[in-house]
């Protein structure tokens, strides 16, 4: 998650605002799911009540590719402190030009970072549900995930390869399938779902709301939670 240098630069700040109108209509299940689901069904893991915690946000972006529904993950660079090598959503902190964090700023951040991360043009973007607020323990983030329908696809590629190793779509009907289903287990002992999918091991926290996302969607199909593959899967 960067800080944003265009807001330094002083950029314009459209307008944002949610719409559901002309979303696909298998997108419904999400619009559902987003306008319906409590936090603790997503995470244990929520906001602090004292309001401790960096105002940030993600754009989980659906998509139609060839294969169908389709989700944008961005593969973080290995040299990073923070979540190093890891698949995740584009996303990243508010900056004070965003706005406000209980308003809209969240929209702003969201869509912000996925340009600054892909290269990913925001003016094709529907921006329509917001899930609730959770927590990342290990970095202390209050992350936002902004629910978003790719209306008009733009080409997105490694904008910063010091931040970004990939940019890469996953087709829902690969998360879906069993076989790419999986559970990690942490050094700490935590277990958590995980996908292996594009060759990657999305795992952590996107695999928490992903897995989540497809559960209440009405989307899971049933696997194995006894498969468990550690994080260092590659070697």
């Known amino acids: 998650m960067t800080q944003s240098s265009r807001a330094q630069e002083g950029g314009p700040r459209e307008g944002v605002a949610l719409s559901k109108e002309g979303l696909p209509a298998w997108l419904d299940p999400v619009v559902r799911a987003a306008e319906t689901v409590q936090p603790l069904q997503l995470s244990r893991f929520l906001p602090p009540e004292n309001g401790a915690g960096r105002q940030s946000a993600v754009l989980i972006l659906f998509g139609e590719g060839k294969q169908g529904p389709e989700l944008l993950l961005m593969e973080r660079a290995g040299s990073l402190r923070s979540h190093a090598g890891q698949p995740s959503f584009p996303g990243g902190a508010l900056d004070p030009e965003d706005g406000d964090p209980k308003a809209d700023g969240p929209l702003r951040a969201a869509l912000r970072e996925a340009e600054e991360e892909t290269g990913l043009d925001p003016a094709g973007v529907q921006l329509f549900g917001v899930l609730p607020r959770l927590y990342i323990p290990v970095s ?96």
Not at 185 to 207: C, I, K, M, N, Q
């Open 140 to 235: 202390e983030f209050v992350v936002t995930p902004v629910l978003g329908w790719w209306r008009e696809p733009s080409p997105v590629d490694v904008v910063d390869p010091n931040e970004t190793a990939r940019v890469f779509t996953v087709p829902v009907a690969d998360l879906t399938n069993p076989a790419n289903r999986a559970t990690t287990v942490h050094p700490s002992g935590h277990r958590g779902p995980a996908f292996l999918v594009e060759s990657a091991l999305v795992w952590g926290f996107t695999a928490g709301v992903i897995d989540r996302l497809l559960h209440y969607a009405g989307w899971e199909r049933s696997w194995d939670r006894e498969k468990l593959v550690p994080l260092d899967w590659r070697s």
